[in-house]
Nanobody, 121 residues
Framework: QVQLVESGGGLVQPGGSLRLSCAAS????????MGWYRQAPGKQRELVAV???????NYADSVKGRFTISRDSAKNTVYLQMNNLKPEDTAVYYC???????????????WGQGTQVTVSS
């Protein structure tokens, strides 16, 4: 019914940059919020950044000033620009979308398959 397709992960040196993209497709009526979470080995999944349909943005304290989330509502796509990457940013990054389908008014969370980001020299 809904697919979230992520791209842009990879290996980068400390201080480098990456840009993640996530496109939502399917029988979507509306998207309330889109965001990025990450999960490092042995740790719980944590919020990185989220942007609502109204443009309100929230960042994890650990990425403020380094990461920027943006959204193209016409394309149902969310981006995460990551600058000044640190080894502790290494994780699998997951896209999330809270949305309503054409077939039901219920707000439901959908997840992408995840993309690996590795920061290492």
């Amino acid at each position: 019914q809904v697919q979230l397709v992520e791209s842009g992960g990879g290996l980068v040196q400390p201080g480098g940059s990456l840009r993640l993209s996530c496109a939502a497709s399917g029988i979507i009526y509306s998207i309330n919020a889109m965001g990025w979470y990450r999960q490092a080995p042995g740790k719980q999944r944590e919020l990185v950044a989220v942007i609502t349909s109204g443009g309100r943005i929230n960042y994890a304290d650990s990425v403020k000033g380094r990461f920027t989330i943006s959204r193209d509502s016409a394309k149902n796509t969310v981006y995460l620009q990551m600058n000044n990457l640190k080894p502790e940013d290494t994780a699998v990054y997951y896209c999330n979308a809270d949305l309503r389908l054409i077939t039901t008014p219920t707000l439901t969370a959908y997840w992408g398959q995840g993309t690996q980001v590795t920061v290492s020299s």
